[in-house]
Antibody, heavy 122, light 107 residues
Framework: QVQLQESGPGLVKPSRTLSLTCTVS??????????WSWIRQSPGKGLEWIGF???????YYTPSLKSRLVISVDTSNNQLSLRLNSVTAADTAIYYC??????????????WGQGILVTVSS | DIQLTQSPSSLSASVGDRVTITCRAS??????LSWYQQKPGKAPKLLIF???KLQSGVPSRFSGSGAGTDFTLTISSLQPEDFATYYC??????????FGGGTKVEI
């Protein structure tokens, strides 16, 4: 079955760029049935959808992060990536990658990575 | 943007209780809603999609209902492993998804 694993630095300095990778195993980011997404969760808080991408299409971002965010897929390495620039302490969170399925107009996350805690601090 | 309001934000229950969690949307979202369970230190897990469809492998004591603006997640007989936080997610605006604030189910 499909498994997702996030990786990247656990500590990022303020104003720098946060870069994460999600490695997909047991499936392909080129799957025509799947979308790929990032979701984050600030410590002790709720879930926040960040954005998603289809392997052959444009990414979609939550409006509040759109100006600082880039989500892309690397089909050769079967990976999903996230780059968030000009980070502040407010970007400290657990970042999850997830597979998103579509059924008609319904989109939902059926497979999640374990998550990676990223702390923004000097 | 569509806002999802979950109620209650937390509840206390006992094993065997019937538990109902509500998710209310700020505008009609048809049945474009899913439910997730999250245990401490773990990633969320999909329970229900399309408002009422049970994800494969999820126990049948979980059920979802609703359409339009009002939705419920029901656990028919609470089990020890069900103590967790539950979130709803809307995908009516498929380009901008949003989660509810969560409901913590505790003893």
């Amino acid at each position: 079955q499909v498994q997702l694993q996030e990786s990247g630095p656990g500590l990022v300095k303020p104003s720098r760029t946060l870069s994460l990778t999600c490695t997909v195993s047991g499936g392909s980011v080129r799957s025509g049935a799947d979308y790929w997404s990032w979701i984050r969760q600030s410590p002790g808080k709720g879930l926040e959808w960040i954005g998603f991408i289809f392997h052959s299409g444009s990414p979609y971002y939550t409006p509040s992060l759109k100006s600082r965010l880039v989500i892309s897929v690397d089909t050769s390495n079967n990976q999903l990536s996230l780059r968030l620039n000009s980070v502040t302490a407010a970007d400290t969170a657990i970042y999850y990658c997830a597979r998103m399925k579509r059924e008609g107009g319904n989109y939902y996350f059926d497979v999640w990575g374990q998550g990676i805690l990223v702390t923004v601090s000097s | 943007d569509i806002q999802l309001t979950q109620s209650p934000s937390s509840l206390s229950a006992s094993v065997g209780d019937r538990v109902t969690i509500t998710c209310r949307a700020s505008q009609s979202i048809s049945t474009y809603l899913s439910w997730y369970q999250q245990k401490p230190g773990k990633a969320p897990k999909l329970l229900i999609f399309a408002a009422s469809k049970l994800q494969s492998g999820v126990p049948s004591r979980f059920s979802g209902s609703g359409a339009g603006t009002d939705f419920t997640l029901t656990i028919s007989s609470l089990q020890p492993e069900d103590f967790a936080t539950y979130y709803c997610l809307q995908s009516f605006t498929s380009l901008v998804l949003s989660f509810g604030g969560g409901t913590k189910v505790e003893i």
